[in-house]
Every structure is written in structure tokens, then in C-alpha cells.
């Protein structure tokens, strides 16, 4: 089968799609056909390992020593086969979820990580799902502990992350603002914001306004400045602290948020979500529902990974960037 692969860190030059094995479902594993899979950040840190604390878990000087990186997380796709300890899906099914190495024809996952497609989403919508949505979900629900009627701002609402939290913070019964760019405001008005501010006209941490929860994907402004608009008793979820171009930027978010935290009367958090099958079942019922519909930005075939990860470090896309395959008659 072809799939991306990685021998070096680096730039996305580093990525090159090869002939590899087609693997085996392990005895809890299902086989997918890969239909479409989806970019995420992370995907861009393990295939430059930096933030180099990643090089601990994957490889000091280049991903592995005994087999190259396999880039890709998000997936969607129809069952080929299942290990013997399989009781929810068989062959035929349409599942997504989150594995190894989904920027391929075909991936094993655990049946833990999987969850079936509703009808009325397609492949490429169901694969934008899995990292972004969970962050999204649990940062707001969890971390944030969100209420009806709770003013809620959304920085960096029109990325992958921001357009699931927009549309998520509203099923909650939030009064929600987001902040992005100018050509996406009439976009993040469109998924449900009540208000929008563009950053490149006014700073959100400068309007007088007052929230009661920030979700914070960019964390381009202090934990300083935003205590400046949170209401006393306010949290502030940072989902967003890897956008930061420093592993030294990195340390000194989470060692100031806590610490911070203890000082004053707000709540500083920060945040990296799990992947959770009920989670993703929640996120299948309110897509089914037509509560949540992802939002993607661009769509390339396999062969083009290396661009879609360069159009992502842009950091300009809007919603999801998802990759999609289209298989043959050869297995």
C-alpha cells in the first residue's frame, strides 16, 4: 500500500509517500480502508520534532530507530477486517476515530478509538472530527465547565479547533464571541457566533468587555492581559500553548498559569485533550443531529501531505485540512 512516511525530522521536504506493507488487525484492531484523513498541528511538531520534547517519546535523532515516522491521527474510512476480539464493527462498516499513521490507504486502529459515521456526514467531515472536536468539547465542557448564558469568548475561533468551539460553546446556550481575522468574520458568524471581533482592527484584551470563560488557541496575548477581561470569578482554558514559536514560550506558560492561578481569583488552564470514545459519540450525535457541521477549509490527494502541512503552518486555514484518497481494485 502507499502511505507517508518520514526518516528525518525536519520540514515537510522530509515527507515522502512510499510503497510499505499493508498491515494486519491485531486481535482488538480494526483494518480501515483510509477514505480521508485530517491535518492536525501535531502532525507538523512530530514531523519537525519541536517542540523537542517530543523527540523523547518518538526518537531523539530522527523518528525511530527501527521504522520511520508515520504521520497522520484523524481518520475516516470503511472496514476492511477485524481482530478476533472485535464485537462492534465488521467488514463494510463506515467508522471514524483516531489511529496511527492514517495519511495511508489503509490503518489499524483500536476498537476503543472507533466510532461508526453517521449517514448524513461524509468521510472527509467525519475525519476533521477526532482531535479537533475533542479539544474543542473538552476544553469547553470540562476545563471551562461552560453554562447556559455564560459569555464565552473564542480566540482563534476560525481554525480547527475555533470552528468546532464556536458551534459547540452555542449547543451549550452560551453567548458566544469569536475572534479571528477579517475575511473569516462573516464565516464564524455563520456557525453561530453572536458576536465577532477581527483582530486585525481591535484586541479583544482592549474592548472593555468581560467573559466569563476565554478558550484560547492562539495565546498570543499574556495570561496578564487576559485577566484583564475575565469576570472575577472567570477561567481561562489554554488550548493553544504549542503555537507558541519557543519551547521556552511553552515552559513559561505552564509554569505561569498555575501559579498564577493561585494569586488571584480567576483560573488559568492549561490544556491538551484525550481521546475518548464517548466523547466522539457525543460528536457523532450532534453532527447527526445537525447540531455541529465541521467546517473545511481545502482538500488534497495523499501525494500532496507535504502542501497541506505547508498551507496548515501558514496558519491561515480555515476550519480543517483534510486529506482524501481514492483507492483501486488492488488490496
Known sequence: MKAIVHYNYGSPDVL????????????????????????????????????????ILFGLRKPSITQPGRPGRDVAGEVEAVGRHVTQFKPGDAVFGSCLGAFAEYACAS???????????TFEQAASVPIAALTALQ??????????????????????????AVQIAKWFGADVTGV??????????????????????????????????????????????CRRVLNPKGISIEAGVLARPSMVGILARWVTAPVLSRFVS????????????????????????????????????????????????GGHARGKVVITLEHNNKT
Not at 152 to 160: D, E, S, T
Not at 184 to 209: L, P
Open 16 to 55: 515522502k509517500l512510499e510503497e510499505i506493507e499493508k498491515p494486519t488487525a491485531g486481535d482488538d484492531e480494526v483494518l480501515i480502508k483510509v477514505r480521508a484523513a485530517s491535518v492536525n498541528p501535531a502532525d507538523r511538531h512530530l514531523m519537525r520534532g519541536a517542540p523537542y520534547f517530543f523527540r
Open 111 to 121: 476498537e476503543s478509538k472507533l466510532v461508526a459515521k453517521p449517514d448524513n456526514v
Open 139 to 164: 476544553g469547553l465542557r470540562d476545563k471551562g465547565q461552560i453554562q447556559p448564558g455564560q459569555k464565552v469568548l473564542i480566540n482563534g475561533a476560525a481554525g480547527g479547533v475555533g470552528t468546532f
Open 180 to 225: 479571528c481575522s477579517t475575511r473569516n468574520v462573516e464565516m464564524v458568524r455563520s456557525i453561530g457566533a453572536d458576536h465577532v471581533i477581527d483582530y486585525t482592527q481591535e484586541d479583544f484584551t482592549k474592548t472593555g468587555q468581560h467573559y466569563d470563560l476565554i478558550f484560547d488557541l492562539v495565546a498570543n496575548h499574556s495570561l496578564f492581559a
Open 266 to 313: 480567576q483560573k488559568f488552564v492549561m490544556f491538551i485533550a484525550r481521546l475518548s470514545k464517548e466523547d466522539l459519540t457525543i460528536m457523532r450525535e450532534l453532527m447527526a443531529a445537525g447540531k455541529v457541521t465541521p467546517v473545511i477549509d481545502k482538500c488534497y490527494r495523499l501525494s500532496e501531505v507535504p502542501e497541506a502541512i505547508r498551507y496548515l503552518e
